[in-house]
């Protein structure tokens, strides 16, 4: 491996959190104060200031907010709050493999809430009095809910026919933007399945793995599919997380899934490239501190290789970080510019001139400095003899 991966900008811009911790202290000390209804409405603030007015009655009494592939319908009377989701309708033909299914989700799944099934329609159903609606519980409530619809119900129409109650508002991608995605995507798989077949040649089977898990990782921050596509990827994902399988058969299967995702038709893969508004989001909100302490071991492991100019290992270990960053959180704009700015400073270059690049990006993050590197000929004077000769070089051409 002489280059790095191409790296290809998200097809949107921004992933950063609207959650407005704020909020979140106002309706935790509402709750406090036993003012219910003042504490859920905040609640719903800290999530996306905009969803009363968009979703909610003219008395703040009635919530209709979509997520995905679902809507979760909240009300709000009688001093109860009362909680539904249509999930699906059962279908004459496998509906039988379908309820067990279903039934595995309320045991497994689900500590709160339920799916009921009524009339041949199967719904998520909870309810509590007001007073037991603190915000860390009523989050919990909502999410077990709108994670295990989003996912299951598409999981669903597909395997067993099932149809869904309610058809959710999405927005597809144009074709410009489907086109670039599938070129993309073809151009992803192509450098992974080349990259792995050179590292398998010397049976390097750690640095295959990770150029497997980095390629999935860019899918997702690409592409950010939706619908089955989306779990499709997230369980290949998994999969390939586990330790409990020989290194060289979670490679063989990573490869698998690689050449089924290149192998999808364009006009298939459309089908899950949309955009779709969510209630309870699916990544976590960064934040400086955790993705410090995330990196701490990289960043370690990567200033030791660099002094000793192993300058494959070090792209190969920062690209995997990053992209894995982007996977797991919803990400802050100033971090998120300054790892977009090196990546497309370092993508498609060779190892040794895109090592320093990506590496100052990590230096910087890990040293809280999130400005955007416009000149890197200082760092130069930072690091050992061996870089400053091949930095001097690059800035001469």
């Known amino acids: 491996m002489k280059e790095i991966l191409t790296f290809n900008l998200s097809t949107i811009s921004s992933t950063a959190s609207r959650m407005n911790l704020d909020a979140w202290d106002r309706s935790l000390d509402a709750f406090d104060k036993q003012e219910y209804h003042k504490s859920f409405k905040e609640f719903l603030n800290y999530l996306n200031p905009e969803f009363q007015r968009k979703y909610g009655n003219s008395k703040g009494t009635e919530f209709n907010i979509p997520h995905g592939s679902i809507i979760v319908n909240i009300k709000l009377e009688n001093e109860q709050i009362k909680i539904t989701a249509p999930f699906l309708s059962i279908p004459e033909k496998n509906a039988i493999p379908l309820l067990r299914q279903v039934s595995g989700l309320n045991f497994n799944n689900l500590n709160l809430a339920q799916i009921v099934l009524n009339d041949g329609k199967l719904h998520f159903e909870y309810s509590c009095p007001v007073e037991l609606i603190n915000p860390w519980k009523i989050y919990y409530i909502f999410d077990e809910i709108c994670f295990t619809g989003d996912k299951y119900d598409d999981e669903f129409v597909t395997k067993f026919g099932a149809e869904r109650i309610y058809e ?13 995605v599938y070129d993309t995507l073809q151009l992803s798989i192509k450098e992974c399945l080349e990259n792995v077949k050179f590292f398998e040649t010397d049976r390097k089977y750690g640095y295959a793995w990770n150029i497997i898990a980095t390629t999935l990782y860019k899918i997702s921050y690409y592409a950010h599919p939706q619908g089955q596509l989306l779990n499709d990827l997230n369980k290949a994902i998994y999969e390939h997380n586990r330790e409990d399988i020989p290194l060289p058969e979670v490679v063989a299967r990573g490869k698998d899934f690689a050449q089924k995702l290149a192998a999808i038709p364009k006009d298939k893969l459309a089908e899950d490239l949309y955009y779709v508004e969510t209630f309870i989001p699916p990544k976590r909100r960064s934040s ?10 990289t960043y370690e492991d990567v200033s030791s290789a660099i002094q000793n100019e192993d300058y494959l290992y070090v792209c190969v270990m920062i690209t995997f970080k990053f992209y894995e960053m982007y996977y797991y959180n919803n990400l802050q704009d100033d971090i998120n510019a300054l790892v ?24 910087k993050i890990m040293n809280g400095d999130l400005t955007v590197i416009s000149d890197f000929s200082d760092y130069a004077a930072q690091i050992s003899e061996g870089i400053k000769k091949m930095m001097s070089s690059f800035f001469k051409k």
């Open 340 to 363: 977009i700015d090196a990546m497309q400073r370092a993508s498609a270059q060779r190892t040794d001139v895109a090592a320093p690049i990506l590496y100052k990006a990590m230096d």
């Open 168 to 180: 959710p508002n999405i927005t597809p991608y144009d074709t410009n933007t489907v086109d670039a």
């Open 288 to 297: 400086l501190e955790n993705i410090q302490q995330n990196f701490k071991k």
